[in-house]
Protein backbone atom coordinates (compact mmCIF):
# COMPACT_ATOMS: atom_id res chain seq x y z
CA UNK A 1 0.00 0.00 0.00
CA UNK A 2 1.33 3.77 -0.87
CA UNK A 3 0.36 6.33 0.73
CA UNK A 4 -0.75 9.34 -1.18
CA UNK A 5 -2.25 11.58 2.24
CA UNK A 6 -2.61 11.80 5.73
CA UNK A 7 -4.80 14.17 6.90
CA UNK A 8 -4.56 14.58 10.69
CA UNK A 9 -7.39 16.86 12.75
CA UNK A 10 -9.08 17.48 16.30
CA UNK A 11 -12.25 18.25 16.88
CA UNK A 12 -14.36 18.94 19.90
CA UNK A 13 -17.75 17.19 20.66
CA UNK A 14 -19.94 17.73 23.79
CA UNK A 15 -20.82 15.56 26.36
CA UNK A 16 -24.65 15.07 26.57
CA UNK A 17 -23.86 15.02 30.84
CA UNK A 18 -20.40 15.03 32.21
CA UNK A 19 -18.68 11.60 32.92
CA UNK A 20 -16.74 11.74 36.39
CA UNK A 21 -13.71 9.38 37.17
CA UNK A 22 -11.69 8.89 39.83
CA UNK A 23 -8.99 10.46 37.34
CA UNK A 24 -11.25 13.73 36.56
CA UNK A 25 -14.25 15.10 34.70
CA UNK A 26 -15.00 15.07 30.83
CA UNK A 27 -17.25 17.86 30.20
CA UNK A 28 -16.41 17.57 25.92
CA UNK A 29 -14.64 15.19 23.61
CA UNK A 30 -11.57 16.04 22.41
CA UNK A 31 -10.48 13.57 19.52
CA UNK A 32 -7.64 13.48 17.18
CA UNK A 33 -8.70 12.17 13.89
CA UNK A 34 -6.70 10.73 11.18
CA UNK A 35 -7.86 10.28 7.19
CA UNK A 36 -5.15 8.48 5.12
CA UNK A 37 -5.81 8.63 1.48
CA UNK A 38 -4.03 5.79 -0.11
CA UNK A 39 -1.99 5.71 -4.04
CA UNK A 40 -5.47 4.30 -5.37
CA UNK A 41 -7.36 7.17 -3.72
CA UNK A 42 -8.81 4.86 -1.26
CA UNK A 43 -10.06 6.49 1.62
CA UNK A 44 -8.86 5.00 5.48
CA UNK A 45 -10.61 6.66 8.78
CA UNK A 46 -9.79 6.42 12.42
CA UNK A 47 -9.62 7.82 15.31
CA UNK A 48 -6.55 8.44 18.48
CA UNK A 49 -8.37 7.28 21.95
CA UNK A 50 -6.60 9.39 23.94
CA UNK A 51 -7.82 11.98 25.82
CA UNK A 52 -7.00 15.61 26.18
CA UNK A 53 -4.68 15.05 29.43
CA UNK A 54 -2.60 12.15 30.37
CA UNK A 55 -4.56 10.91 32.78
CA UNK A 56 -5.97 7.49 32.23
CA UNK A 57 -2.91 7.09 30.68
CA UNK A 58 0.49 8.27 29.57
CA UNK A 59 -0.77 9.95 26.07
CA UNK A 60 -2.55 12.52 25.03
CA UNK A 61 -4.04 14.67 22.10
CA UNK A 62 -0.96 16.75 21.91
CA UNK A 63 1.38 14.66 22.40
CA UNK A 64 -0.33 11.79 20.18
CA UNK A 65 0.02 14.30 18.06
CA UNK A 66 3.27 15.68 18.17
CA UNK A 67 5.27 12.10 17.93
CA UNK A 68 2.43 11.15 15.12
CA UNK A 69 4.12 14.43 12.86
CA UNK A 70 7.64 13.91 14.26
CA UNK A 71 8.59 10.47 14.58
CA UNK A 72 5.79 7.71 13.34
CA UNK A 73 4.39 9.48 9.81
CA UNK A 74 8.03 9.78 8.74
CA UNK A 75 9.03 6.37 9.54
CA UNK A 76 6.04 5.01 7.79
CA UNK A 77 6.27 7.36 4.66
CA UNK A 78 10.16 6.04 4.18
CA UNK A 79 9.19 2.30 4.48
CA UNK A 80 9.86 0.66 1.38
CA UNK A 81 7.13 -1.50 1.52
CA UNK A 82 3.73 -1.00 3.72
CA UNK A 83 1.47 -2.78 4.99
CA UNK A 84 -1.13 -2.92 8.05
CA UNK A 85 0.81 -5.59 9.66
CA UNK A 86 4.00 -3.55 8.80
CA UNK A 87 2.90 -0.29 10.87
CA UNK A 88 3.38 -2.03 14.52
CA UNK A 89 6.86 -3.77 13.36
CA UNK A 90 8.31 -0.33 11.69
CA UNK A 91 7.35 2.02 14.50
CA UNK A 92 8.21 -0.65 17.79
CA UNK A 93 11.87 1.45 17.69
CA UNK A 94 10.37 4.45 19.24
CA UNK A 95 8.37 3.13 22.54
CA UNK A 96 5.41 3.43 24.18
CA UNK A 97 2.54 5.60 22.73
CA UNK A 98 0.22 2.81 21.92
CA UNK A 99 -2.77 4.77 21.25
CA UNK A 100 -1.02 7.13 18.49
CA UNK A 101 0.43 3.96 17.06
CA UNK A 102 -2.94 2.12 16.82
CA UNK A 103 -4.43 4.92 15.13
CA UNK A 104 -2.04 4.64 12.26
CA UNK A 105 -2.38 0.83 12.07
CA UNK A 106 -6.44 1.41 12.24
CA UNK A 107 -6.78 4.09 9.36
CA UNK A 108 -4.63 1.78 6.78
CA UNK A 109 -6.11 -1.23 7.78
CA UNK A 110 -9.92 0.50 6.75
CA UNK A 111 -8.21 1.47 3.72
CA UNK A 112 -7.07 -1.83 2.65
CA UNK A 113 -10.32 -3.46 3.80
CA UNK A 114 -12.47 -0.64 1.92
CA UNK A 115 -9.82 -2.01 -1.37
CA UNK A 116 -10.61 -5.16 -0.66
CA UNK A 117 -14.08 -4.84 -0.58
CA UNK A 118 -13.91 -6.16 2.93
CA UNK A 119 -15.84 -5.73 6.49
CA UNK A 120 -13.39 -5.15 9.53
CA UNK A 121 -15.43 -7.71 11.31
CA UNK A 122 -15.01 -10.32 8.46
CA UNK A 123 -11.45 -9.70 8.47
CA UNK A 124 -10.82 -9.81 12.66
CA UNK A 125 -13.37 -13.33 12.85
CA UNK A 126 -16.21 -12.16 14.32
CA UNK A 127 -18.89 -14.90 14.48
CA UNK A 128 -21.57 -12.57 15.58
CA UNK A 129 -23.91 -9.85 14.11
CA UNK A 130 -25.36 -7.98 16.84
CA UNK A 131 -23.69 -7.84 20.23
CA UNK A 132 -24.78 -7.07 23.76
CA UNK A 133 -24.07 -3.52 25.33
CA UNK A 134 -23.10 -2.33 28.54
CA UNK A 135 -22.75 0.98 30.13
CA UNK A 136 -19.76 2.80 32.12
CA UNK A 137 -21.85 5.31 34.50
CA UNK A 138 -19.89 7.99 35.95
CA UNK A 139 -19.54 9.24 39.75
CA UNK A 140 -22.33 11.41 40.58
CA UNK A 141 -22.99 14.40 42.56
CA UNK A 142 -25.19 12.39 44.46
CA UNK A 143 -26.52 8.81 45.22
CA UNK A 144 -30.64 9.76 44.24
CA UNK A 145 -28.77 11.41 40.87
CA UNK A 146 -26.69 8.12 40.13
CA UNK A 147 -30.06 5.68 40.87
CA UNK A 148 -32.33 8.13 38.49
CA UNK A 149 -29.13 8.17 35.52
CA UNK A 150 -28.90 4.20 36.30
CA UNK A 151 -32.75 3.94 35.89
CA UNK A 152 -32.35 5.65 32.71
CA UNK A 153 -29.95 3.70 31.26
CA UNK A 154 -31.69 0.44 32.75
CA UNK A 155 -34.67 2.04 30.75
CA UNK A 156 -32.58 2.16 27.02
CA UNK A 157 -32.02 -1.52 27.14
CA UNK A 158 -28.56 -1.23 28.73
CA UNK A 159 -27.83 -5.57 29.80
CA UNK A 160 -24.77 -4.09 32.31
CA UNK A 161 -24.01 -1.70 34.70
CA UNK A 162 -20.61 -0.36 35.29
CA UNK A 163 -20.18 1.76 37.97
CA UNK A 164 -17.07 4.19 38.28
CA UNK A 165 -15.97 4.21 41.96
CA UNK A 166 -13.47 5.59 44.62
CA UNK A 167 -12.50 6.10 48.44
CA UNK A 168 -15.53 7.51 49.35
CA UNK A 169 -17.89 6.66 46.67
CA UNK A 170 -17.96 2.79 46.71
CA UNK A 171 -19.91 0.54 49.16
CA UNK A 172 -22.80 3.18 49.36
CA UNK A 173 -23.88 3.65 45.54
CA UNK A 174 -23.18 -0.32 44.99
CA UNK A 175 -25.19 -1.06 47.45
CA UNK A 176 -28.39 1.36 46.08
CA UNK A 177 -27.90 0.52 42.40
CA UNK A 178 -27.75 -3.60 43.98
CA UNK A 179 -30.82 -2.62 46.06
CA UNK A 180 -33.08 -0.94 43.13
CA UNK A 181 -31.90 -4.02 40.32
CA UNK A 182 -31.62 -7.07 42.60
CA UNK A 183 -30.82 -8.93 38.91
CA UNK A 184 -29.04 -6.83 36.95
CA UNK A 185 -25.20 -7.51 35.91
CA UNK A 186 -23.12 -5.12 38.01
CA UNK A 187 -19.47 -4.28 37.93
CA UNK A 188 -17.45 -1.68 39.08
CA UNK A 189 -14.11 0.42 37.82
CA UNK A 190 -11.39 1.82 39.93
CA UNK A 191 -9.44 3.46 37.64
CA UNK A 192 -5.92 3.02 40.03
CA UNK A 193 -7.88 5.08 42.97
CA UNK A 194 -7.17 2.13 45.76
CA UNK A 195 -4.04 1.21 47.54
CA UNK A 196 -2.60 -2.16 48.21
CA UNK A 197 -3.89 -1.80 51.66
CA UNK A 198 -7.45 -1.09 50.36
CA UNK A 199 -8.15 -5.04 50.52
CA UNK A 200 -11.00 -4.95 53.78
CA UNK A 201 -12.77 -2.01 52.10
CA UNK A 202 -12.74 -3.91 48.75
CA UNK A 203 -13.60 -7.05 50.06
CA UNK A 204 -17.07 -5.70 51.23
CA UNK A 205 -18.34 -5.36 47.41
CA UNK A 206 -18.22 -9.21 47.36
CA UNK A 207 -21.73 -8.98 49.21
CA UNK A 208 -23.21 -7.26 46.19
CA UNK A 209 -22.16 -10.19 42.94
CA UNK A 210 -20.18 -8.27 41.02
CA UNK A 211 -19.41 -9.27 37.90
CA UNK A 212 -15.67 -8.36 38.55
CA UNK A 213 -13.74 -4.92 40.04
CA UNK A 214 -11.87 -3.10 36.85
CA UNK A 215 -8.17 -1.65 37.55
CA UNK A 216 -7.86 -0.77 41.44
CA UNK A 217 -4.58 -0.18 41.80
CA UNK A 218 -1.91 1.31 40.03
CA UNK A 219 -0.94 0.48 36.24
CA UNK A 220 2.59 -0.53 37.14
CA UNK A 221 1.43 -2.80 40.45
CA UNK A 222 0.69 -5.99 39.28
CA UNK A 223 1.83 -7.59 42.64
CA UNK A 224 -0.66 -5.51 44.06
CA UNK A 225 -3.54 -6.76 42.18
CA UNK A 226 -2.66 -10.65 42.62
CA UNK A 227 -2.26 -9.81 46.25
CA UNK A 228 -5.31 -7.91 46.30
CA UNK A 229 -7.38 -10.48 44.38
CA UNK A 230 -6.50 -13.12 47.18
CA UNK A 231 -8.26 -10.76 49.77
CA UNK A 232 -11.31 -10.87 47.88
CA UNK A 233 -14.32 -12.99 45.98
CA UNK A 234 -14.67 -10.77 42.74
CA UNK A 235 -12.75 -11.41 40.14
CA UNK A 236 -10.32 -8.71 39.39
CA UNK A 237 -10.18 -7.38 35.72
CA UNK A 238 -7.36 -5.05 34.56
CA UNK A 239 -7.69 -2.41 31.77
CA UNK A 240 -4.98 0.10 32.30
CA UNK A 241 -2.27 -2.36 33.20
CA UNK A 242 -2.85 -4.23 29.71
CA UNK A 243 -0.91 -2.53 27.31
CA UNK A 244 0.42 -5.72 25.63
CA UNK A 245 -0.02 -8.96 24.74
CA UNK A 246 2.72 -9.67 26.71
CA UNK A 247 1.68 -7.80 29.72
CA UNK A 248 -1.50 -9.86 29.71
CA UNK A 249 0.31 -13.04 29.26
CA UNK A 250 2.20 -11.58 32.49
CA UNK A 251 -0.89 -10.56 34.30
CA UNK A 252 -2.66 -14.02 33.70
CA UNK A 253 0.90 -16.24 34.61
CA UNK A 254 0.97 -13.90 37.88
CA UNK A 255 -2.85 -14.86 38.46
CA UNK A 256 -3.42 -10.60 38.96
CA UNK A 257 -6.73 -10.64 36.80
CA UNK A 258 -8.87 -13.24 35.72
CA UNK A 259 -10.54 -11.50 33.29
CA UNK A 260 -9.40 -8.55 30.92
CA UNK A 261 -10.79 -5.63 29.74
CA UNK A 262 -9.38 -5.25 25.75
CA UNK A 263 -9.36 -1.81 24.82
CA UNK A 264 -7.54 -2.14 20.94
CA UNK A 265 -6.09 1.87 21.25
CA UNK A 266 -4.34 0.36 24.94
CA UNK A 267 -2.61 -2.27 23.33
CA UNK A 268 -1.22 -0.39 19.63
CA UNK A 269 -4.01 -1.74 17.55
CA UNK A 270 -6.79 -4.33 16.72
CA UNK A 271 -3.95 -6.80 15.40
CA UNK A 272 -2.69 -6.82 18.98
CA UNK A 273 -6.23 -6.64 20.16
CA UNK A 274 -6.89 -10.09 18.25
CA UNK A 275 -3.28 -11.73 19.81
CA UNK A 276 -4.95 -10.84 23.54
CA UNK A 277 -8.41 -12.06 22.56
CA UNK A 278 -7.07 -15.48 21.08
CA UNK A 279 -4.53 -15.84 24.06
CA UNK A 280 -7.80 -15.72 26.50
CA UNK A 281 -9.93 -17.76 24.14
CA UNK A 282 -7.40 -20.12 24.86
CA UNK A 283 -6.79 -19.54 28.41
CA UNK A 284 -10.51 -19.84 29.27
CA UNK A 285 -10.07 -16.05 30.22
CA UNK A 286 -13.15 -14.18 29.63
CA UNK A 287 -12.58 -11.30 27.83
CA UNK A 288 -14.82 -7.38 27.04
CA UNK A 289 -14.42 -4.68 24.88
CA UNK A 290 -13.71 -1.62 26.67
CA UNK A 291 -14.38 2.13 25.74
CA UNK A 292 -12.84 5.70 25.60
CA UNK A 293 -15.80 7.65 25.12
CA UNK A 294 -15.49 7.00 21.16
CA UNK A 295 -17.33 8.40 18.48
CA UNK A 296 -18.95 6.72 15.71
CA UNK A 297 -15.50 5.75 13.80
CA UNK A 298 -13.58 4.31 16.62
CA UNK A 299 -16.89 2.79 18.29
CA UNK A 300 -17.86 1.04 14.83
CA UNK A 301 -14.32 -0.92 14.75
CA UNK A 302 -14.98 -1.79 18.71
CA UNK A 303 -17.93 -3.30 17.90
CA UNK A 304 -16.78 -5.56 15.20
CA UNK A 305 -14.12 -6.28 17.84
CA UNK A 306 -16.40 -7.20 20.36
CA UNK A 307 -18.20 -9.62 18.06
CA UNK A 308 -15.63 -11.98 18.32
CA UNK A 309 -16.00 -15.47 19.95
CA UNK A 310 -13.97 -14.76 23.15
CA UNK A 311 -16.40 -11.51 24.22
CA UNK A 312 -18.63 -13.41 26.53
CA UNK A 313 -19.52 -10.70 28.64
CA UNK A 314 -21.26 -6.75 27.54
CA UNK A 315 -18.69 -4.35 26.66
CA UNK A 316 -18.60 -0.88 27.29
CA UNK A 317 -20.05 -1.08 23.89
CA UNK A 318 -22.85 1.69 24.54
CA UNK A 319 -25.09 3.59 21.62
CA UNK A 320 -23.69 6.56 20.15
CA UNK A 321 -26.80 8.65 22.72
CA UNK A 322 -24.80 7.57 25.59
CA UNK A 323 -22.06 10.11 25.06
CA UNK A 324 -23.43 12.43 22.41
CA UNK A 325 -26.31 14.39 21.10
CA UNK A 326 -24.80 13.78 17.40
CA UNK A 327 -22.44 11.29 16.62
CA UNK A 328 -19.50 12.27 13.34
CA UNK A 329 -21.46 9.39 11.84
CA UNK A 330 -24.38 7.38 11.22
CA UNK A 331 -24.82 6.76 14.67
CA UNK A 332 -25.14 3.34 17.04
CA UNK A 333 -28.32 2.94 18.11
CA UNK A 334 -29.17 -0.19 20.36
CA UNK A 335 -32.03 -1.77 19.82
CA UNK A 336 -33.30 -4.32 22.63
CA UNK A 337 -29.75 -3.68 24.32
CA UNK A 338 -28.29 -4.70 21.30
CA UNK A 339 -25.61 -3.13 18.63
CA UNK A 340 -25.61 -4.45 14.86
CA UNK A 341 -22.45 -5.05 14.25
CA UNK A 342 -21.25 -3.20 10.98
CA UNK A 343 -21.05 -5.35 7.93
CA UNK A 344 -20.18 -3.12 5.13
CA UNK A 345 -16.83 -2.58 3.85
CA UNK A 346 -13.96 -1.37 6.21
CA UNK A 347 -14.89 -0.30 9.59
CA UNK A 348 -18.43 0.48 8.15
CA UNK A 349 -18.59 4.02 9.25
CA UNK A 350 -17.43 7.64 7.49
CA UNK A 351 -18.47 10.47 8.81
CA UNK A 352 -20.26 13.26 8.15
CA UNK A 353 -18.21 15.83 6.58
CA UNK A 354 -20.11 18.97 7.19
CA UNK A 355 -20.42 18.31 10.68
CA UNK A 356 -17.21 17.07 11.17
CA UNK A 357 -15.83 20.39 9.62
CA UNK A 358 -17.70 22.50 11.63
CA UNK A 359 -16.11 20.99 14.89
CA UNK A 360 -12.94 21.07 13.72
CA UNK A 361 -10.65 22.59 15.78
CA UNK A 362 -6.92 21.65 13.99
CA UNK A 363 -6.39 20.16 10.08
CA UNK A 364 -3.17 19.93 9.07
CA UNK A 365 -2.36 17.37 5.59
CA UNK A 366 0.77 15.26 5.01
CA UNK A 367 1.70 13.90 1.81
CA UNK A 368 4.93 11.86 1.00
O1 LIG B 1 -11.51 3.12 32.38
O2 LIG B 1 -12.89 2.22 31.07
C1 LIG B 1 -12.30 3.23 31.44
C2 LIG B 1 -13.60 6.29 29.59
C3 LIG B 1 -12.43 6.97 29.38
C4 LIG B 1 -11.26 6.45 29.85
C5 LIG B 1 -11.26 5.25 30.55
C6 LIG B 1 -12.42 4.55 30.76
C7 LIG B 1 -13.62 5.12 30.31
C8 LIG B 1 -14.92 4.51 30.53
C9 LIG B 1 -16.02 4.81 29.55
O3 LIG B 1 -15.20 3.84 31.50
C10 LIG B 1 -16.01 3.85 28.45
C11 LIG B 1 -16.94 4.18 27.33
O4 LIG B 1 -18.14 3.90 27.47
O5 LIG B 1 -16.49 4.67 26.28
MG1 LIG C 1 -11.47 1.06 32.94
Redo the contacts with the bound molecule.
Keep these: MKIAELELRTINLPLVRP?R?SFGTQTAREVLMLKVTTGDGVVGWSECVA?SEPV?SPEYVAGCLDEMKRFFIPALLSAPVLTVESVAPLLAGFLGSPMAKATLETALLDAQLRAENRSLADFLGANKSKIPCG??VGIAPSIPQLIEEVAGYIKDGYKRI?L?IEPGWDIEPVAEVRRNWPEIPLQV?A?QAYSRSDGPQLAKLDQFELLLI??PLDEHDILGHAQLARQVRTPICL?ESIVSLRAAEDALALKATTII?IKPGRVGGYLEAVRIHDLCLNEGIPVWC?????TGIGRAANVALAALPGFTLPG?T?ASS??FLRDITEPFVMHDGFLDVPNTVGIGRTPDMEFLNSITSYKESIGP
Design positions: FTLYVSKKDNEQDNGGMIEDSRF
